[in-house]
Each structure stands twice: as structure tokens, then as C-alpha cells.
């Protein structure tokens, strides 16, 4: 099935103070869109035109990189707008959430360090992951647009840390951009629809 750009979830101003309607305005109009596009252009070269996006990654990851780049992008912003709302972040997990986080990941404060050092430690362009792997959440990070779809792994909560996702309004302060993440963005009711969509 074609790629197609989804509508942004909420008002590009609603995420402010913490992502501006400018980040937005180009990470989701300008950028994602571009992946969009060329995905559906390069996926119909590969005979991929009427897969959809989670088996065009599989299938193009180690064998097709433009399609791969693109698809993978396409797959992660899909899901990464949905993992924000205005209002969000902190401690105030779903119970069937707050005890995986608890018995897998060390509890909420230890998540909180692990995800930030993660992002943090992501040379260059990547993300930083929760996924449900063999049963048990893990926490991971991978660079340019890879994820963990191509590691046996199901992403639940995912956070970009390309430069287009933060430099317009933190610069060059990765840290204090993955801080407003956790701690005011993230929309926990989307991780645990992930989360039980992993089967967990």
C-alpha cells in the first residue's frame, strides 16, 4: 500500500514550550513528507509498491539502503508523533505499563536515566528505543533510521534524535530536549497500545 503522510494528532503549536510550531512545521511537513515520497517512488522500483511499511523494512533492510532509509523513517514517524501529546510525560503511567517498566526496566526513575543516556549516547543521527523483545522490555538505540522491527523487536515508545527534531529549539542541547520528552511529552495511552499490540 502507498505511504501516505498522516495528519499531525494535535495543532502544530500545541507541544510548546517544549517542541515549537516551527519544529513541526519542518520535521513534519518538510522532512517526513520527504520520506513519504521517495519511500512510495523507491518501494514501487523495488516491486514493493503494495506492501505495507513494517514488510517493505523488513524486506529492503541489508539489501535495498535508499528504501530502507526512507521506509524505516516513514514507519518511525508514523509512530513518533503518536508517542507525543500535549501535556504528557512524567510518572503517570497505565498500571499494566508502570509494572512491565517496573519488573523489566528498574522501575520509572531507572527508565527515565536509561532512555535519556541512550538518546544521549547515539552518535550522530539515530533514535532511542523501548521495545518488547522475547517477551521483556529493553531499552536500546539505533542510528540514521534503523529500528528495532529489524531486530526481532516490537517498538513501543520511541524518541528521534536526528537534529531536525531539535535544534530549532534546544540547538546543540541534546540532554535537556530528551528531558522534556520524557518528562512533559511522551503519550503513555499510545505506549500501552504498542505495548499490547506487542502481545505483552
Known amino acids: 500500500m502507498a505511504f501516505t503522510l498522516p495528519e499531525l494528532p494535535y495543532a502544530y503549536d500545541a507541544l510548546g ?24 517512488k523507491l518501494a514501487a522500483e523495488a516491486g514493493l509498491g503494495d506492501a505495507s511499511v513494517e514488510e517493505v523494512v523488513k524486506q529492503s533492510f541489508g539489501k535495498n539502503q ?23 510525560g512524567g510518572k503517570s503511567l497505565p498500571g499494566k505499563l508502570a509494572a512491565a517498566f517496573e519488573s523489566d526496566l528498574g522501575g520509572y526513575d531507572k527508565f527515565r536515566n536509561d532512555f535519556i543516556e541512550a538518546g544521549k549516547g ?12 522475547d517477551g521483556k522490555l529493553e531499552i536500546s538505540k539505533t542510528p540514521n533510521g534503523e529500528n528495532p522491527l529489524v531486530h526481532g523487536a516490537a517498538p513501543i515508545l520511541g524518541v528521534d534524535v536526528w537534529e531536525h527534531s531539535y535544534y530549532i529549539d534546544y540547538r546543540n542541547l541534546r540532554p535537556k ?9 511522551i503519550n503513555w495511552d499510545y505506549v500501552l497500545e504498542r505495548f499490547e499490540a506487542a502481545g505483552k
Not at 517542541?19 to 519511500?39: A, I, P, Q, R, W
Not at 535508499?66 to 504528557?88: D, E, R, T, V
Not at 552518535?123 to 532511542?128: P, Q, T, V
Open 66 to 88: 535508499p528504501l530502507f532509509n526512507n521506509a524505516a523513517q516513514h514507519y518511525n514517524h508514523i509512530h513518533f508523533w503518536k508517542w507525543m501529546k500535549p501535556n504528557g
Open 122 to 133: 547515539q552518535f550522530g543521527s539515530g533514535w532511542a528505543w523501548v521495545s518488547v523483545k
Open 17 to 40: 514550550p517544549y517542541m515549537s510550531k516551527e519544529t513541526l512545521e519542518f520535521h513534519h511537513d518538510k522532512h517526513h513528507n520527504t520520506y513519504v515520497e521517495m519511500g512510495n
Open 177 to 185: 530536549y530528551l528531558e522534556a520528552f520524557v518528562d512533559n511529552l
